[in-house]
Nanobody, 125 residues
Framework: QVRLVASGGGSVDTGGSLRLSCEAS????????VAWFRQAAGMGREPVAV???????KYADSVGSRFTCSEDKVKNTVYLNMDRVTPEDTAMYYC???????????????????WGRGTQVTVYP
């Protein structure tokens, strides 16, 4: 089974940037989507961004054009570039992979087969 390792979290000031990485040990299917979700303290988990195996991306309204998802297929790694961050971006960030999952239903947590451990992002005011 694929193992996902999320990294790159840390502390940053408002307006700064961070790049999160989600490295997969391998994919058991060439048709997949990889998404980022986040969970702030005391809140539910919310979808952030997704990238499909053919390169399509979608983003939550809350991150708009500030975040960009990309993939390095050689490294089996998906990146989340976070720009112009705000304190509202403070959360634990998780990546997840879904096989054969409908891209249009990417926000549904039940669509994902494997989740990685989170990486904490803290944005100072």
């Amino acid at each position: 089974q694929v193992r996902l390792v999320a990294s790159g979290g840390g502390s940053v000031d408002t307006g700064g940037s961070l790049r999160l990485s989600c490295e997969a040990s391998s994919y058991s299917d060439s048709n997949y989507i990889v998404a980022w979700f986040r969970q702030a303290a005391g809140m539910g988990r919310e979808p952030v961004a997704v990238i499909s195996s053919d390169g399509r991306t979608k983003y939550a309204d809350s991150v708009g054009s500030r975040f960009t998802c990309s993939e390095d297929k050689v490294k089996n790694t998906v990146y989340l570039n976070m720009d112009r961050v705000t304190p509202e971006d403070t959360a634990m960030y998780y990546c997840a992979v879904g096989y054969g999952a409908a891209f249009t239903k990417w926000t549904e947590e039940g669509r994902y087969n494997v989740w990685g451990r989170g990486t904490q992002v803290t944005v100072y005011p």
